[in-house]
């Protein structure tokens, strides 16, 4: 595998569920993100983990929780989600390090979620 | 506060005719722009860059911007498009917020729809 892949592609989950969403980078960065992409808005930035450390929370509800247990995997974590949630979720990486957060950033395919 | 504005939301346009999708930014300090493609059903992928030297980036696929500090923009034209080539288009922004980080801003893209 090459590049950063995102599991599940698609995922449908009632209001009450609870899922876990997975990006997997091989690129050897450090810096990885969550955006949130929904229909005619610009793209959302959720988090960021550089070095495995959160350095940003861009005021995401706390029914996303993300995890970061190594450089190379990103997990966000949903809980008792909202259909207005429902959009596509992006994970990106980058060279870490502070000069290497928010230059180029490679991504991922995306999960599509629908919350019913 | 850094922004960017993509000034079209979609552009239509026929096979083989030239096209110009406009990006223009607010910034005091100095920037690092990019251009992002993402068909449908991905993520987005890397067109091309500016981060110094020539003011004309050439990229993938027969694009190119241009910057021009002056007017504070980063136009991506291509000569003559494919149908292959509709896609959603994002600008994207990087500028230093302190010493050693950096913030990246994406517009809010333009859809161009090539037509036979």
């Known amino acids: 595998e090459t590049g950063v892949t995102q599991t599940p592609r698609h995922l449908v989950m009632g209001m009450t569920n609870k899922k876990s969403l997975k990006c997997e980078q091989h690129?050897?960065?450090?810096?990885m993100y969550w955006y949130k992409q929904s229909a005619k808005k610009p793209l959302e930035l959720m988090f960021v983990?550089?070095?495995?450390?959160?350095?940003e929370n861009n005021s995401v509800p706390s029914r996303f929780s993300p995890e970061c247990p190594n450089s190379s995997h990103l997990f966000l974590h949903l809980h008792t989600l909202q259909p207005e949630d429902s959009a596509l979720y992006l994970c990106?990486?980058?060279?870490?390090?502070?000069?290497?957060?928010?230059?180029?950033?490679?991504f991922g395919p995306g999960t599509r979620l629908t919350v019913l | 506060a850094q922004s960017v504005t993509q000034l079209d939301s979609q552009v239509p346009v026929f096979e083989e005719a030239p096209v110009e999708l406009r990006c223009n930014y607010s910034?005091?300090?100095?920037?690092?722009l990019f251009w992002y493609v993402q068909y449908p059903n991905q993520g987005l992928q890397l067109l091309l860059k500016?981060?110094?030297?020539?003011?004309l980036v050439k990229g993938i696929n027969g694009f190119e911007a241009e910057f021009n500090k002056s007017q504070t923009s980063f136009h991506l034209r291509k000569p003559s498009v494919h149908i292959s080539d509709t896609a959603e288009y994002f600008c994207?922004?990087?500028?230093?917020?302190?010493?050693?980080?950096?913030?990246?801003?994406f517009g809010s893209g333009t859809r161009l729809q090539v037509q036979p």
């Open positions: 990106a990486s980058s060279p870490g390090g502070l000069a290497g957060l928010y230059n180029e950033q490679f």
């Open positions: 690129l050897g960065h450090n810096a």
């Open positions: 983990y550089n070095f495995k450390e959160q350095t």
């Open positions: 910034s005091s300090v100095s920037v690092y």
């Open positions: 500016y981060l110094s030297g020539s003011t």
């Open positions: 994207a922004v990087s500028v230093a917020v302190d010493t050693g980080r950096r913030a990246l801003t």
